[in-house]
């Protein structure tokens, strides 16, 4: 079965700890995109990748990193550097950036 | 600054009735439109888009239209069904520095009540 996974679902981290969230598709997509949903806020975009080995931020890139050396992953690290990390995590992939994308299932990050 | 503005954060529409959700934008660079369903703790899933070339597109009972002098686009559902509750996201894409960028509204929340 084709599709974006992952993982964890729910992840707990300390402050000032660095935290990586995963993202796998074999749907062969070109373009990954990272989004995070807070309470009233929509989804906002932080990072996307249109190709491989190529990045460009997005909205809110700051205290966020990441890379994409395969095409299938494009893991999302949340630095200490980031102020409210706590939020639900989305990864998506699309063919192109002008078609629909398709949504994991999202990670809930809580950093206590 | 909200390039995709969803002002009606709710909706309560009664089963059967029409639901029509709403999705104004600032950008006239954006060419294409999408709408997705999301439910509590789970991705969200595609729904349906437009072109810039086009004011309506109709996939069974939900159809979106758009009005580019307006800058507004809306999707009606019809009839609803309770199944149908769920947050959409209205979404715009368009070219930004070379590459092809998509921005989300802030979602609006529809309860279809049976």
């Known amino acids: 079965d084709g599709g974006i996974t992952q993982s964890p679902k729910y992840l707990f981290r300390k402050e000032g700890q660095n935290v990586t969230l995963s993202c796998e598709q074999n749907l062969n997509h070109d373009a990954m995109y990272w989004y995070r949903q807070d309470p009233g806020q929509g989804l906002r975009l932080i990072y996307y990748s249109q190709i491989v080995n190529d990045f460009q931020k997005g909205d809110i890139a700051e205290g966020y990193s990441v890379s994409r050396e395969k095409k299938e992953s494009f893991p999302l690290t949340v630095t200490s550097a980031q102020k409210n990390p706590t939020a639900f995590y989305l990864c998506?992939?699309?063919?192109?950036?002008?078609?629909?994308?398709?949504f994991g299932q999202g990670t809930r990050l809580t950093v206590v | 600054d909200q390039q995709v503005k969803q002002n009606s954060p709710s909706l309560s529409v009664q089963e059967g009735r029409i639901s029509i959700l709403n999705c104004d934008y600032t950008?006239?660079?954006?060419?294409?439109f999408l709408w997705y369903k999301k439910y509590p703790a789970e991705g969200p899933t595609f729904l349906i888009s437009i072109s810039s070339i086009k004011d309506k597109n109709e996939d069974g009972r939900f159809t979106v239209f758009l009005n580019k002098s307006a800058k507004h686009l809306s999707l009606h559902i019809v009839p609803s069904q309770p199944g149908d509750s769920a947050v959409y996201f209205c979404?715009?894409?368009?070219?930004?520095?070379?590459?092809?960028?998509?921005?989300f509204g802030t979602g609006t929340k529809l309860q279809v009540i049976p």
């Open positions: 950008n006239s660079m954006f060419d294409y």
């Open positions: 998506a992939s699309s063919i192109r950036g002008d078609t629909e994308a398709f």
């Open positions: 979404a715009a894409s368009g070219r930004s520095g070379g590459y092809q960028k998509v921005t």
